[in-house]
Nanobody, 126 residues
Framework: HVQLVESGGGSVQAGGSLKLSCTVS???????????MAWFRQAPGKELEGVAG???????SYADTVKGRFTISQDNANGTLYLQMNSLQPDDTAMYFC??????????????????WGQGTQVTVS
């Protein structure tokens, strides 16, 4: 398990942008090999939704609802995970979580495969 801490959430008007960050504990993180990092979100009354994932070789995957608007990236030097969110819509309002899986490739439709989770950061779009 690794320790993950999200930041960067807030309130923004529709059409605006936010960039979320997720720090990975330096004592535990030793690289991106054999690991998937991802962003999930959960809106009130809805199921946890996989938003975006990045695998050990930099390959990315996105939920259909955010393709073309969100971009996931990772700083290989320190493991920090980012989610750039553009053209935000009210339906994007949710608690956003970063997560890590002990898999080479990401399966963002299977949250049970992720073994480490951050505490979440709230994104509100009006």
């Amino acid at each position: 398990h690794v320790q993950l801490v999200e930041s960067g959430g807030g309130s923004v008007q529709a059409g605006g942008s936010l960039k979320l960050s997720c720090t990975v504990s330096s004592s535990a993180y030793s690289g991106t090999s054999n690991r998937c990092m991802a962003w999930f979100r959960q809106a009130p009354g809805k199921e946890l939704e996989g938003v975006a994932g990045i695998d050990s070789d930099g390959g990315t995957s996105y939920a259909d609802t955010v393709k073309g608007r969100f971009t996931i990236s990772q700083d290989n030097a320190n493991g920090t995970l980012y989610l750039q969110m553009n053209s935000l819509q009210p339906d994007d309002t949710a608690m956003y979580f970063c997560a890590a899986a002990r898999t080479t490739y990401c399966f963002i439709d299977l949250p049970s495969t992720f073994t480490s989770w951050g505490q979440g950061t709230q994104v509100t779009v009006s």
